[in-house]
């Protein structure tokens, strides 16, 4: 991730895919350096048109226990920026992944209670968002894994 002066401001190291770590983290690989097979894409559908935020925590949700291969290498970068969804659209993003997450859990009454246990986790995520993405945090707490 890069400022808005090119400088670096958080590195993360991406994790493998894993549908359980997903549910509880939401996306926490990086949806631009995602690629799906076409018999995945035809066996899962299209992107949920009626979500804005979530829509990559959705279909990482949907593909379920989808064979991925973990590439350990960088093939994409992105920017932070206030004008960004993940800084504009908070209370979206919360909904949304609530929503998300609530389908997911179906008739699960241990996956529905811990949906209702991380949306409080979110929203404290959500009031200190621009914490986190700060130099003062990167330099508290250094590198990341998602």
Known sequence: ???TDGA???RFRSSPYDPKRVF???CYIFSG???FRRELIER???FDENLHACM???YLMRIGDACAVHVRRTVALFRMSAEQKSATMRSTF???SHQVRWRA???SARMRLLTLVLDVRDSVYLLTHRFRYSRAWSSIRGTHRL
């Open 33 to 35: 350096a995602i690629f």
């Open 105 to 107: 859990a179906r008739r």
């Open 44 to 46: 899962v559908g299209p």
């Open 1 to 3: 991730m890069n400022g």
């Open 94 to 96: 919360l909904r949304e």
């Open 56 to 58: 990559d925590f959705d």
């Open 24 to 26: 509880v983290h939401g």
């Open 8 to 10: 670096v401001v958080r």
